[in-house]
């Protein structure tokens, strides 16, 4: 781990976005990972969706501590304790989770490691929070109810940091319904991902997608500061 519970949660706040991404093959997360970084993301989520992701993530520890400084790496998609474990030995900053499971809050907090569970109603957020989590995650985010479910759990709960994942989209307008229910961050999955005409990811254009995503946000928070 590099960075604390504490780091990873400011630097959510700060980069806005926190891209989802898995892949099989090392050298196309490596490269996809190092054009997020280039576009001014801080923190990024690789995916335990595949055989050995494990061994794709150790590869892409080992590049962001030699050429990616200010990244906090974390792993998502886990369910389960013993998982967990594994990849906070590994050094993830952060681990998400689409469920609450209490095993693994006591394995990360035990640890200090940042646990971003997935919640789907306003009891769950509660427990989570309960069981130490900084910011949670609501998941399927558009399913649940939207940025008017965030906005309805923000006005009881005005201390819980939400990202919403699965169903954000990259335009300025989408970003904008979030931010204004009040969504802390918003993760950000295949949308981010551009791809050329051959089916390759194309990174110039995932790098400039990030970098004007940044701008959004960076327009939002600025607005909302403002009011």
């Not at 080992?62 to 200010?70: A, G, I, K, S, T």
């Not at 759990?153 to 931010?179: D, H, R, S, Y």
């Amino acid at each position: 781990m590099k960075f604390s519970r504490i780091e990873v949660a400011l630097k959510m706040k700060q980069t806005g976005i926190v891209p989802v991404f898995y892949h099989q093959d090392v050298e196309v997360s490596i490269n996809v990972l190092k054009a997020c970084y280039e576009g001014g993301v801080r923190v990024f989520e690789f995916t335990n969706r595949g055989d050995n992701a494990h061994e794709i993530f150790r590869h892409l520890i080992e590049y962001r501590n030699q050429f990616l400084p200010e990244l906090a790496l974390g792993i998502g998609s886990l369910v389960d304790a013993p998982t967990t474990a594994l990849y906070i030995q590994m050094g993830a900053d952060f681990i998400v989770s689409p469920v609450v499971n209490e095993d693994m809050a006591k394995l990360c907090n035990r640890r200090k490691v940042a646990w971003c569970p997935g919640c789907g109603s306003v009891s769950e957020i509660s427990f989570a929070e309960e069981l130490g989590a900084e910011v949670v995650k609501v998941f399927p985010a558009t399913q649940v109810g939207g940025p008017s479910f965030i906005k309805a759990v923000k006005a009881p709960q005005p201390w819980t940091n939400i990202m919403p994942t699965g169903g954000v989209k990259t335009t300025f307008e989408n970003l904008q319904e979030w931010f204004n229910a009040g969504a802390y961050c918003v993760g950000i999955g295949a949308q981010l991902f551009i791809k050329d005409a051959d089916g390759n990811f194309d990174l110039k254009s995932i790098k400039e997608k990030v970098i004007e995503l940044r701008g959004y946000v960076d327009d939002l928070t600025n607005e909302l500061n403002a009011v």
